[in-house]
């Protein structure tokens, strides 16, 4: 599966978007890009996943660059409730998570 | 529908002591898996099963760790003896196999401190 690159941590001003970046440069044509968050104590959450189109629903919006190789998951009203660890993978046909350091987002009050 | 269900929630241990944890996943999903987190880093997968046959247990350390699902159900994650580095929180996830449209659904974790 294709390695990713986010930033450590990301604060954002609750009421605003939250902008998450993600690199995944080597990813592949049959490739898709997982989106997940962990609210501490508790098991990762799927938020939402994309093969190149964006995707929306109701917890959050994907935006894929055209050539696949970058990602944005947008919060559009964050709350004090999605301070967690956001978590982006690209995972391939062997239907295997291969989970990386993520990005700790805190929201501020 | 009811998530995927774990226990114990929190496990003390003494090191060169055996634990075993317990997974009971969503109805219907024939896809199991075990991960491992230490703290501050992300899960890790240990052993992927389909139904009641292993798909992938390479990271799992077969020294020490065994899994078992016997009837495609219910599963459990067994460590013999434990070493101080397994203390971690141990996660089992579900899914449908070959299912896309749906994400992976975690349980709550165990917690396992070995001391």
């Known amino acids: 599966d294709a390695k990713t690159t986010q930033p450590t941590s990301m604060d954002c001003a609750e009421g605003r978007a939250a902008n998450l970046p993600c690199n995944h440069s080597t990813i592949s044509g049959n490739e898709y890009v997982y989106w997940y968050r962990q609210i501490h104590s508790q098991g990762p959450q799927y938020i939402i996943h994309?093969?190149?189109n964006n995707e929306t629903n109701e917890m959050a919006s994907l935006i894929i660059t055209e050539d696949r190789k970058s990602s944005t998951l947008i919060l559009p009203h964050a709350t004090l409730r999605d301070t967690a660890v956001y978590y982006c993978?690209?995972?391939?046909?062997?239907?295997?998570?291969?989970f990386g350091t993520g990005t700790r987002l805190t929201i501020i009050p | 529908e009811a998530g995927v269900a774990q226990s114990p929630r929190y496990k003390i241990i003494e090191k060169r002591q055996s634990v075993a944890f317990w997974c009971n996943p969503i109805s219907g999903h024939a896809t199991l898996y075990w991960y491992q987190q230490i703290l501050g880093q992300g899960p890790k997968l240990l052993i992927q099963?389909?139904?009641?046959?292993?798909?992938?247990d390479s990271q799992l350390p077969k020294d020490r760790f065994s899994a078992e699902r016997l009837k495609g159900v219910d599963s459990t994650l067994k460590i013999q003896p434990a070493k101080l580095e397994d203390s971690a929180v141990y996660l089992c996830a579900s899914r449908t196999w070959g299912d896309i449209t749906y994400g992976y659904t975690f349980g709550s974790g165990t917690r396992l401190t070995v001391v």
């Open positions: 099963f389909q139904n009641n046959g292993v798909v992938d």
């Open positions: 993978i690209v995972r391939g046909g062997n239907e295997k998570l291969t």
């Open positions: 994309g093969l190149k």
